[in-house]
C-alpha cells in the first residue's frame, strides 16, 4: 500500500534528479503491471511532459531504436537485460538525453561505447516498498571501477539509507550489510502479507521521529571509498554447500571484477548427487579470458568452496516478460574435461596421487599435467582425494606442510603437488622422486 503522500513526493524527488522538463518526451517502456510505471507516467506529467506508449509487444533492440529516432524521445528507463542487448545496435540517438537503467545489476558490457555518445546515464535502484526509486548513480567511465562494479550511488532527495549489519548496527565503509531504507517515501505496509512480510517494515532506531519507519529491504550492499552504495545480491539467495553458507551476489562481483567479463550470474544446482555452483558469464567482445583463466583468477580472491565447479559462456541472458534474467531458462552445463597430452606418474607417489585422481573423479587415467579443476575437480572432491591418499599411507611427514583442499587449488596438478612434497621435505636440496617417495609417505 503506497499512499498518494509518498508517490507525490518520490515524483517531486525523481523530478529534480532526472532534471524533467516540460519539453521531455518519455518513452513508456516498463509494462503497465509493474510499479516503475508509474514513475514514467506520472514524472513527465508532473512538469506538463508527454508520455509516448509503448504499445503491446515488446520491442527488439532495433525497434527499439527505431521508436526513439521516429517518436524524438529524449528519456528512457530501461531494465538493464535489455539495456544490454540495446547497446549492441545502438543507432540515432541524438534526441535522447537521459537513459535511466534500473531493475537489476547495471550491465558494463559496452560501457565505454555508450557513455561516449554523451548521453546522461544513471543506475537506478528500489524496491516497491521504497515508492519505486530510492537511489541514484551518474554512470561513467571512472564509477566502472577496476573491480567492474557499478554502485547504486546514493539515496534520492528525501530518502534515508542504512547499511545494517545482523545485530542492527551500521556497517563501517566497505563492509557488507542488509541495505536498509527509511524517509517519508515509504510504502505503509502490505495489502495482503505472506509470512515474515511485516517484519520488512521496522521502526527506524536512528530517527529522532518515533513514528519513523525503515524497509529491510533484504539486498546485501556496502559503501565504497565514495560513499556510495554497492549492490552485491540478494541476502535471501543465500546458498548452503558442504557446510558452508555463500552469498552467490559475492561470487558474481568477484567474476565480474575481471577484466573482460561483463556480467556473470551464479546458481546451485541439485540435479546430481553432490550439490555444485555453476557460473554463467557474458564476455565483452574484446575479452580473450576463458573460463579456464578466470577461474585461475578466482583462486587468489576467493575461498575455494566458492569457487564454481562448471561454466558456461553465453551470448545474453534470456529474459522473462518483465525483461528480468530466466534463470530456469540456463542449461546446466556438464563437466568440464580437459586433458593435456598424457603424461603418466614418473615415481611411486605419483602413482598413488593418479590412482586416487581416478578413483574419485571416475576417470580411466590421469596425466601428472592434467589440471585438476579441468578434469572435473573441485572442493568436494578434493577432500576426498585427500582421504582417499590417506588410506593409500600418502602422508606427509614433515610436521610444516600438510595437504589440504587449499594446496589443491594453488598446485593443481599431480607433478606440481609432488615437487612440492620433495621440496618441503629436503629443503630443495634434491629432488630425487626416489628418495622423496621414502620420506614423504609411509
Request: aromatic share 6%; hydrophobic share 40%; proline share 6%.
Amino acid at each position: 500500500m503506497v499512499s498518494h503522500a509518498a508517490i507525490a513526493a518520490h515524483v517531486a524527488s525523481v523530478a529534480k534528479v532526472y532534471e524533467m522538463q516540460s519539453n521531455d518526451r518519455v518513452l513508456q517502456f516498463c509494462d503497465l503491471t509493474f510499479d516503475p510505471s508509474l514513475e514514467q507516467f506520472l514524472t513527465p506529467w508532473s512538469v506538463g511532459g508527454s508520455v509516448v506508449m509503448r504499445g503491446d509487444s515488446m520491442y527488439s533492440a532495433s525497434g527499439f531504436w527505431r521508436r526513439v529516432k521516429e517518436d524524438q524521445i529524449t528519456v528512457a528507463n530501461l531494465p538493464p537485460s535489455f539495456m544490454a542487448e540495446a547497446i549492441r545496435s545502438v543507432d540515432d540517438v541524438t534526441s535522447l538525453r537521459l537513459m535511466i537503467v534500473g531493475g537489476d545489476v547495471f550491465p558494463s558490457q559496452h560501457l565505454d561505447q555508450w557513455l561516449a555518445k554523451g548521453i546522461r546515464t544513471i543506475n537506478a535502484y528500489g524496491p516497491t516498498e521504497a515508492v519505486i526509486t530510492a537511489t541514484t548513480h551518474d554512470v561513467t567511465i571512472q564509477s566502472h571501477d577496476a573491480r567492474g562494479s557499478i554502485p547504486i550511488g546514493r539515496p534520492k532527495p528525501g530518502s534515508i539509507a542504512y547499511i545494517l549489519d545482523r545485530s542492527g548496527s551500521l556497517c563501517p565503509r566497505g563492509v557488507a550489510g542488509e541495505l536498509c531504507l527509511g524517509g517519508p517515501m515509504l510504502a505503509d505496509g502490505y495489502v495482503v502479507a505472506k509470512e515474515g512480510d511485516s517484519a520488512r517494515f521496522t521502526s527506524d532506531p536512528f530517527a529522532d521521529d518515533n513514528n519513523a519507519k525503515l524497509y529491510r529491504t533484504g539486498d546485501l550492499a556496502r559503501w565504497n571509498e565514495n560513499r556510495e552504495i554497492e549492490f552485491l545480491g540478494r541476502i535471501d539467495r543465500q546458498i548452503k554447500v558442504r557446510g558452508f553458507r555463500i552469498e552467490p551476489g559475492e561470487i558474481e562481483h568477484a567474476i565480474s571484477s575481471i577484466p573482460g567479463v561483463d556480467q556473470a550470474l551464479v546458481r546451485l544446482c541439485n540435479d546430481e548427487a553432490d550439490p555444485f555452483l555453476v557460473a554463467y558469464v557474458i564476455l565483452d567482445d574484446r575479452s580473450h579470458e576463458t573460463t579456464d583463466s578466470i577461474t585461475r583468477q578466482l583462486r587468489s580472491r576467493l575461498p575455494i568452496y566458492m569457487i564454481p565447479e562448471r561454466w558456461m559462456v553465453v551470448d545474453a541472458w534470456p529474459l522473462k516478460p518483465s525483461g528480468k534474467v530466466d534463470l530456469d531458462q540456463l542449461p546446466i552445463p556438464p563437466r568440464r574435461l580437459i586433458t593435456t597430452g598424457h603424461v603418466p606418474p614418473q615415481s611411486r607417489l605419483q602413482e598413488l596421487m593418479a590412482q586416487s585422481w581416478c578413483e574419485v573423479l571416475e576417470l580411466k587415467s590421469v596425466g601428472i599435467d592434467d589440471d585438476f579443476l579441468d578434469i572435473g575437480g573441485g572442493s568436494l572432491q578434493s577432500l576426498r582425494i585427500l582421504s582417499r591418499l590417506g588410506e593409500l599411507g600418502v602422508v606427509a611427514k614433515d610436521p610444516h606442510i600438510e595437504l589440504s583442499p587449499q594446496l589443491m587449488f594453488q598446485y593443481t596438478t599431480i607433478r606440481e603437488l609432488s615437487e612440492l612434497m620433495d621440496l618441503a621435505v629436503s629443503g630443495g636440496d634434491s629432488k630425487s622422486q626416489s628418495s622423496s617417495s621414502r620420506a614423504i609417505y609411509t
